[in-house]
């Protein structure tokens, strides 16, 4: 595990490690998120949760959360999936270095050539100049929250 920190958003990187052992949990299926229907039942199938979202695990690393600069889509302790090997496109979030500062996640707006935090209460958005030096480790691909802490 690796730590990066910045004044506004510290991020723990792990490494994905894959096994030949792949550990698969129940998948009933789709839930409704509106009104039951009595018609549809629970179909049972196995997923592999690295089969679904580590496809490219040699360019796919894990961070953990630890600012607020993008509250409320982001909150403390998520797990956030970064893929290395995506470009990023207007308006993806996305994990940069701007002149050799510290790592962050900010949302990329490709338009305006800006990083946004989302939170309201962070107002200063960085702009990015023509010769400002940018390093991207990755693409925001997923978000893992605990409901439950246990």
């Known amino acids: 595990m ?6 506004k958003v510290k991020l723990r990187i ?3 490690k894959i096994k030949n052992n792949r550990t698969f949990i129940q998948h009933y299926g789709k839930v409704s998120a509106g009104f ?6 629970f179909i049972e199938n196995r ?3 690295d089969e679904r979202f580590l496809t490219h695990p040699e360019s796919t690393f894990i961070v ?8 409320p889509e982001y909150l403390k302790n998520d797990i956030l999936v970064i893929r290395s ?5 207007h308006l993806d979030d996305i994990i940069v270095s701007v002149n050799k500062s510290e790592y962050t996640l900010k949302r990329y707006d490709k338009n305006k050539k800006q990083l946004i935090a989302i939170n309201p209460d962070y107002k200063n ?9 940018i390093v991207i480790l990755g693409v925001v691909t ?4 605990e409901k439950i802490k246990l």
Request: aromatic share 6%; with cysteine; net charge negative.
């Open 64 to 71: 953990e959360v630890g600012g607020e600069s993008m509250f």
């Open 2 to 7: 690796n730590l990066l920190k910045s004044n």
């Open 142 to 145: 997923l978000q893992i929250r």
């Open 14 to 16: 792990y490494n994905v």
């Open 125 to 133: 958005c960085i702009q990015i100049n023509e010769y400002d030096e």
């Open 36 to 41: 039951p229907s009595p018609a549809e039942d």
């Open 47 to 49: 997923l592999s949760l």
């Open 85 to 89: 090997d995506i470009r990023p496109n």
